[in-house]
Every structure is written in structure tokens, then in C-alpha cells.
Nanobody, 118 residues
Framework: QVQLVESGGGLVQPGGSLRLSCAAS????????MGWYRQAPGKERELVAT???????NYADSVKGRFTISRDNAKNTVSLQMNSLKPEDTAVYYC????????????WGQGTQVTVSS
């Protein structure tokens, strides 16, 4: 089992910045992927960004150039720096952790609200 604890989020004006962090603990293997998904009201959960333990990153087109994902493998943490936030970025953001050990294991954080509004 892997536990994920998120921090950050909140209310910010359009054009502002926020930083989300997530710490993983438990039975963690060295090869894994961490990242963030989000879900807005009435919409499906969607990818925001992911990063592998080798620092290979993947971003949704809607956040490229504005969001930056990073991780600390020694601490098993992942962060998402969100700049130039837009009202359409408003959603619940979920930390994501995936690793393989005979089969895929996927874990989710509890979610943190990000609201972009004036």
C-alpha cells in the first residue's frame, strides 16, 4: 500500500500562482510515476502532468508553458508549480502514484481544491 498526502491549493486570482505538493509513503518501489490529475464539476478526471523517477515528464496541452512538475526521489515527493492560472484551471487536484510489481498499482490522494476567481 502507498499513502499520498497532498498540500497546497486554495483560492487565487486569475494570473496568480499556486504550488501543490504530495508526499508518498509506504511500500514504494524505485521505478514509479507520480503526478497530478484534476476534476472540475460535471467533468471527467483528466491528466494535468506526470513525472517518472527518471524525470521524464508529460503535460496536458492546456497547461504546457504554465505548469511545472518536479519530484524529489529521495523524499518521494512531487510538486506542481502552477503559474498564470486561469478560471478554467478551477478543479479538485488529485495526486497520482503508479508503480508496477507483477501488475500495475495506482493510488490517489484525497484531492485538494484549486479555485481561480476574481
Amino acid at each position: 500500500q502507498v499513502q499520498l498526502v497532498e498540500s497546497g491549493g486554495g483560492l487565487v486570482q486569475p494570473g496568480g500562482s499556486l504550488r501543490l505538493s504530495c508526499a508518498a509513503s509506504g511500500s514504494i518501489f524505485s521505478i514509479n510515476t507520480m503526478g497530478w490529475y484534476r476534476q472540475a464539476p460535471g467533468k471527467e478526471r483528466e491528466l494535468v502532468a506526470t513525472i517518472t523517477n527518471g524525470d521524464w515528464t508529460n503535460y496536458a496541452d492546456s497547461v504546457k508553458g504554465r505548469f511545472t512538475i518536479s519530484r524529489d526521489n529521495a523524499k518521494n515527493t512531487v510538486s506542481l508549480q502552477m503559474n498564470s492560472l486561469k478560471p478554467e484551471d478551477t478543479a479538485v487536484y488529485y495526486c497520482y502514484f503508479r508503480q508496477y510489481s507483477g501488475r500495475d498499482y495506482v493510488y490517489w490522494g484525497q484531492g485538494t481544491q484549486v479555485t481561480v476567481s476574481s
